[in-house]
């Protein structure tokens, strides 16, 4: 049987909006920004999952956005590139945002999730449905934690970009079951293996209703360069960029050496962590 749930901080809940929030949001905005025409309606979504969410019933509950028709070429970089497709109030001014991908690990994840809590910062852990198989706890933890999940595919195929279309789908679907049925959430973003896209890969995703969500800075982390390098790629941030780290796909001990400097380093400078909502 799995261990209860962690608590929601009273802080977190203003980092989070529910699955089905985001997406009645999503599924108006994104069609109408993506053809740079007029706004639609938003619509309910019309995917269901195989498997009940933690404590629910085994009824089918919606994971994506209804699919739309019109295809986001480039994916979000950026804050106002993210705030252009997803109504909300403007970020501040002195915002940046912090994405980690390829878990969850049982090992590196929950030594994140500490540094998070202890720094008061929220994340999108960008999760592989095949990783939340086997570490659910972990996954799960993420949630209670507060913290945001995006699509990151079943399996992580690096060539993800020039597989056929209903391979595609189903990397995204599949990985979108797990997350939900384990975490509750349905993740609203997508992030392509190695920020590989193509116009199958981009159409494919929009027909998900998911937005395509890259970044802004990345260290090269998951190549585990050294503390310095990672370190000084990240110091470097500007307000406005979404910067990209690894809590899975090995060793991250380099990762997480250099986020318990930089993270409150950033902070110092003045910068604040924002949750992509």
């Known amino acids: 049987m799995p261990p209860p749930a962690k608590p929601v901080a009273r802080r977190r809940l203003l980092w989070a909006i529910p699955a089905a929030a985001g997406t009645a949001l999503i599924g108006g905005t994104v069609a109408a920004l993506a ?11 019309n995917l269901v999952v195989s498997e009940p969410a933690p404590s629910q019933s085994p009824t089918p509950a919606p994971t ?3 699919p739309t028709t019109p295809v986001i070429k480039v994916p979000v970089h950026t804050l ?24 969850p690990h049982p090992v590196w994840t929950p030594q994140i999730l500490r540094l998070l809590e202890k720094h008061h910062v929220p994340a999108l ?30 399996s992580h195929p690096l060539k993800l970009a020039k597989l056929p279309p209903h391979v595609t789908l189903k990397e995204l679907h599949r990985a979108q079951d ?13 992030r392509a293996p190695g920020g590989a896209w193509s116009k199958g890969l ?6 998900t209703g998911l937005i395509p969500m890259d970044w802004t800075t990345d260290p090269r982390d998951w190549a585990r360069p050294g503390v ?16 990209l780290c690894h809590d899975g796909g090995g060793d ?24 992509l909502t």
């Open 178 to 190: 797990k997350i939900y049925s384990t975490t509750g959430l349905a993740p609203n973003l997508f």
């Open 228 to 243: 310095a390098h990672i370190t000084k790629r990240l110091l470097a941030a500007k307000p406005g960029q979404i910067l």
């Open 35 to 45: 053809g740079r025409g007029e706004p639609e309606a938003a619509k309910a979504p």
């Open 125 to 154: 852990f960008c999760m592989i449905g095949n990783q939340v198989l086997g570490h659910e706890p972990t996954a799960r933890d993420v949630a209670a934690d507060g913290h945001l999940i995006a699509n990151h595919t079943w």
């Open 64 to 66: 994506t956005p209804k």
């Open 80 to 103: 106002k590139d993210f705030r252009k497709l997803v109504p909300g109030d403007p970020f501040p001014t002195d915002a940046i945002a912090l994405t980690i991908d390829d878990g």
């Open 202 to 207: 981009s159409e494919s995703v929009s027909k």
């Open 252 to 275: 991250r001990s380099q990762t997480l050496a250099s986020l318990k400097t930089v993270i409150p380093a950033l902070q110092a400078k003045g910068l604040k962590f924002v949750a």
